[in-house]
C-alpha cells in the first residue's frame, strides 16, 4: 500500500516491532543527559531510544517535585518487580531538588494539607498500564485542581 504512519511511544517494547516488520523503522529524538538534566536537542536519529525520558520531561513540563521524585520510586520499584534492568534504561538517580516535600501534607502551591494527602492517596491508587493517555491527563487535571 506504501502509506506512512507515523506512531510515537513510551513503551520500549514495541521498538522490537521494526525487527519483525520489513517496512518498519525506529527513529528518535535525540537527547543528551549532563547530570541530572536532559536537553532534547531536536534532531532525529537511527533507531529506538537508549532511555526514556517520560520523568525529565515531566520535571521541564512543571510537574511537582513531590510528584516526580514519587514517579522515579515507582518506575525504580516496577523495574526490580518485573526485573527489566536489562530492557531498558532507567535513571532513578537524579533528585527533585533539595527543597522537595517528601510528607504527604505538602502541596505543590500550600493547598491545605489534607487534601494534599487525599491527591497523594489517590495518584498512588492509579493504575496508569491500563489508563488510556486522555484519562490519565483528565485524572492528573482534576487532582492537581483539587490541591489548587
Known amino acids: 500500500m506504501g502509506a506512512y504512519t507515523l506512531f510515537a511511544t513510551h513503551h520500549h517494547d514495541l521498538t522490537a516491532v521494526a525487527d519483525d516488520l520489513s517496512g518498519a523503522r525506529n527513529l528518535h529524538f535525540r537527547a543528551a543527559r549532563e547530570g541530572d538534566d536532559v536537553t532534547f536537542v531536536h534532531e532525529v536519529a537511527e533507531g529506538a531510544a537508549s532511555a526514556s525520558y517520560g520523568i525529565e520531561v515531566a520535571k521541564q513540563a512543571g510537574v511537582p517535585p513531590g510528584v516526580v521524585d514519587r514517579a522515579r520510586d515507582v518506575v525504580a520499584e516496577r523495574a526490580a518487580n518485573a526485573d527489566v534492568e536489562d530492557a531498558i534504561d532507567i535513571d532513578t538517580s537524579a533528585s527533585g531538588g533539595e527543597d522537595t516535600p517528601t510528607d504527604a501534607s505538602a502541596t505543590a502551591d ?39
Open 110 to 148: 500550600g493547598g491545605s494539607a489534607e487534601a494534599g494527602a487525599d491527591v497523594l492517596g489517590e495518584l498512588a491508587d492509579l493504575n496508569l498500564a491500563e489508563m488510556t493517555p486522555i484519562e490519565a491527563l483528565t485524572t492528573l487535571n482534576r487532582l492537581q485542581r483539587e490541591i489548587h
